[in-house]
């Protein structure tokens, strides 16, 4: 067992039941007190509602916008069991090993501070992963093999959005050591190590190539997924908290090389990211139309930060890409395709399509995705709903192999080509059908396949060790690279993966910076009550 697992504090594990003295509705029809003991049975799950489909694809405000009332939140905090083993917060869970019972039996008592002081132990944005990640957590929940799970993700972001509003978190100035560190990459885990690091006391430098910190937070992930008006919120809050950001900082590049940061500071944190996007070689490749995800995403998200009074600023509509009007086929599933998706569906395009290699997943889950595995199951993700709201059909293909692009005489794509394929359960190997050839028209092709390795500039500058993948070498837990005093966290290391695991490794890697530091003899090891002035 974790020892996550074990760090349930006295208190609240061996508390009696705790009865609220207001009456609620319970699932039988009666009226009664909340008997957390009970809850989960009395009381059925009741997720925060998505905004309406057909409404929010007229607007780029977050479609998770409605909130329960506090009271009504007690109730879903109360469902939560007292499990004897909360597979909740192990690695299957939860990656940062959430405290879940902990905040949930807090938020039952109306202890919300306290809850927030909890949530924060183990994850430094739980305004991020509240409203982006998947919740393998709740996939966990032993509540749901007799019923259906606690409403983790939704008590998360209400506890700490709560606390922002509250004015319960606040700047906190550490006591400096005199020690330097660099992160290059300002994305979860850059600002997840960043943090962890200036709370040890070290002086901390965010090195970003964009013009605004966040990496994936700011420019990856849609606007009605994650505002980011709350990442910019963060940020604020870690830079008076002592922290200082270059942006436009393209590290590795004639104005600034890796080297000088390296001379600069005492160690070097990596947190690029897995950038690299999957390709694809086929007929028609180079059409005009045909685009990477994140291109379309990025540029659409810097169109929407640089609006003014409803008037584009300068240089971007030159830029800008659109899918208004057009036929869009997006190729690969996941949550990149679905941002694509919903992002086309606010652009007012004409159709969309989705192809997805694998084939269609089961209803419910297979013998060899057991609990508390995350379910390899069919779902309908938020952009799915609003192509069924619009035009009343779901837009995904599966089991497609895409063959060739077809364009027009100026050059522009027409049509994509598509086959049915088999895909082997044992070899995952996929065999084309014959006879099942479709050409789909198509305006615009936006390839969300995923990403392959980080981009290598900075690893051959500095010589690092990659492996087969090319992604950066370096131990999970040591993280430490060929080179020493350079460390590397996130999906620059790990390949991509989810934000609450390139949180996970923010906070390892700031772990090992310490270690680092303490085995070369560079400061002497501080309690954390000595930490804060």
């Not at 606390?163 to 994305?187: C, D």
Request: proline fraction near 5%; aromatic fraction near 8%.
């Amino acid at each position: 067992m974790h020892s996550a697992i074990r760090h349930r504090s006295s208190h609240l594990l061996f508390a009696t039941p705790c009865r609220a003295a207001s009456s609620f509705l319970k699932r039988d029809g009666s009226q009664g007190p909340i008997d957390s003991a009970r809850a989960f049975l009395e009381f059925k799950r009741e997720a925060d509602p998505y905004r309406d489909a057909a409404e929010r694809v007229h607007d780029w405000n977050e479609i998770n916008s409605s909130r329960r009332p506090h009271n009504e939140r007690k109730i879903q905090a109360a469902r939560c069991m007292d499990c004897g083993t909360p597979f909740c917060q192990t690695n299957t869970g939860c990656p940062v090993h959430n405290l879940i019972p902990e905040w949930n039996e807090l938020v039952f008592r109306d202890e919300w501070q306290e809850a927030s002081d909890r949530l924060h132990k183990t994850n430094n944005f739980p305004e991020f992963t509240g409203r982006v990640c998947p919740a393998p957590c709740e996939a966990a929940c032993v509540a749901g093999l007799v019923d259906e799970p606690i409403t983790i993700k939704n008590t998360e972001y209400a506890i700490v959005d709560r606390a922002f509003e509250e004015g319960w978190i606040v700047p906190r100035l550490p006591r400096r050591n005199g020690l330097r560190v660099a992160v290059v990459g300002s994305g979860p885990a850059g600002l997840a190590a960043a943090d962890q690091m200036n709370q040890k006391g070290y002086h901390v430098t965010v090195y970003e190539r964009e013009d605004r910190i966040g990496g994936l937070l700011m420019y990856g992930i849609p606007n009605m997924k994650l505002e980011k008006k709350t990442v910019e919120r963060r940020v604020q809050l870690l830079q008076d908290e002592g922290i200082d950001f270059v942006t436009n900082a393209d590290v590795g590049s004639k104005t600034l090389s890796v080297q000088q940061l390296q001379t600069e500071n005492d160690a070097v944190v990596l947190a690029l990211g897995s950038t690299v996007p999957r390709d694809v070689a086929i007929p028609g490749r180079d059409l005009k139309g045909v685009y990477f995800a994140m291109e379309f995403l990025t540029k659409n998200q810097k169109r929407l930060m640089l609006t003014v009074d409803g008037k584009l600023q300068s240089g971007w509509d030159r830029e800008f890409v659109t899918a208004e009007g057009k036929d869009v086929v997006v190729i690969g599933g996941g949550d990149t395709g679905t941002d694509c998706i919903a992002t086309s569906m606010r652009q007012r395009c004409k159709s969309v399509v989705n192809l997805e290699h694998n084939p269609e997943p089961p209803a419910q889950r297979a013998p060899e995705n057991p609990w508390p595995e995350y379910p390899r199951v069919y779902g309908v993700d938020y952009g799915h709903a609003e192509v069924r709201s619009v035009f009343g059909e779901d837009p995904r293909k599966y089991a497609r192999v895409t063959k060739a692009f077809k364009g027009n005489e100026k050059g522009e794509i027409t049509h994509v080509v598509a086959v049915r394929g088999h895909k082997d359960s044992k070899t995952n190997v996929i065999t084309e059908i014959p006879g099942t050839e479709e050409e789909i028209p198509c305006d615009l092709v936006l390839f969300a396949m995923g990403f392959v390795h980080p981009e290598q500039k900075i690893a051959e500058a500095l010589g690092l060790e990659v492996d087969q993948r090319r992604n950066i070498r370096a131990a999970y837990g040591d993280y430490q690279t060929s080179v020493e005093g350079v460390f590397a966290a996130g999906d620059c290391r790990r390949g991509q993966s989810l934000v609450v695991w390139a949180i996970n490794e923010g906070r390892g890697v700031a772990d090992a910076v310490e270690k680092y530091f303490l085995q070369e003899g560079l400061h002497p090891e501080v309690s954390q009550s000595q930490r804060f002035g």
